[in-house]
T-cell receptor
Framework: DAGVTQSPTHLIKTRGQQVTLRCSPKSGHDTVSWYQQALGQGPQFIFQYYEEEERQRGNFPDRFSGHQFPNYSSELNVNALLLGDSALYLC?????????????FGPGTRLTVL | DAKTTQPNSMESNEEEPVHLPCNHSTISGTDYIHWYRQLPSQGPEYVIHGLTSNVNNRMASLAIAEDRKSSTLILHRATLRDAAVYYCILRNNFGNEKLTFGTGTRLTIIP
């Protein structure tokens, strides 16, 4: 089992550009959540996808959008990048509900905005 | 979201037990107490969770106060590989609720 995988590992963009980050969930999982982790801070929840729909959303602007595909993989898109968007972006997958609700995290994508 | 309070940092000697405290005085009756840890250059990983009773698994033990306003994560015999940031999180287990991370406790293991 490969676990949660994310691509790319690192990314450098300039202000105003757009970026797409990708996540493949752990085998058997169908729910994907995205988190942003600034340096020295804990991860902050962006949104969660289940059955190809956004189910929960954190306090992030509309510049942050996402998508989930029929194979449960997911993308995070960020438009009009700001310097403050520089962070580690983490993807987590899980079962949809019930007692087995632990989330499994990928290694993250390090985004640097110049 | 109910909040948790943890010390910013702790140190422990290798091969000794470690007790990581967490205060959550505003916990609600349906909140579970979850612990995750984040090793250097990795994403967080699940450690343990509980509701009212103490819990044990292969990684750690979770001791929950009778009034549930505090809890303690216990690593029985710390190794260098346990050096990480440990997060105590309150989470409603109905559905697949988001994880609300604080800044956690940075645990340093002294060889």
């Amino acid at each position: 089992d490969a676990g949660v995988t994310q691509s790319p590992t690192h990314l450098i963009k300039t202000r105003g550009q757009q970026v797409t980050l990708r996540c493949s969930p752990k085998s058997g999982h169908d729910t994907v959540s995205w988190y942003q982790q600034a340096l020295g801070q804990g991860p902050q929840f962006i949104f969660q996808y289940y059955e190809e729909e956004e189910r929960q959303r954190g306090n992030f602007p509309d510049r942050f959008s996402g998508h989930q595909f029929p194979n449960y993989s997911s993308e995070l898109n960020v438009n009009a990048l700001l310097l403050g968007d520089s962070a580690l972006y983490l993807c987590a997958s899980s079962w949809p509900s019930g007692s087995r609700t632990e989330q499994f995290f990928g290694p993250g994508t390090r985004l640097t905005v110049l | 979201d109910a909040k948790t309070t943890q010390p910013n940092s702790m140190e422990s000697n290798e091969e000794e037990p470690v007790h990581l405290p967490c205060n959550h005085s505003t916990i609600s009756g349906t909140d579970y107490i979850h612990w995750y840890r984040q090793l250097p250059s990795q994403g967080p990983e699940y450690v343990i969770h509980g509701l009212t009773s103490n819990v044990n698994n292969r990684m750690a033990s979770l001791a929950i106060a009778e009034d549930r306003k505090s809890s303690t994560l216990i690593l029985h015999r710390a190794t260098l590989r346990d050096a990480a940031v440990y997060y105590c999180i309150l989470r409603n287990n109905f559905g697949n609720e988001k994880l609300t991370f604080g800044t956690g406790t940075r645990l340093t293991i002294i060889p």
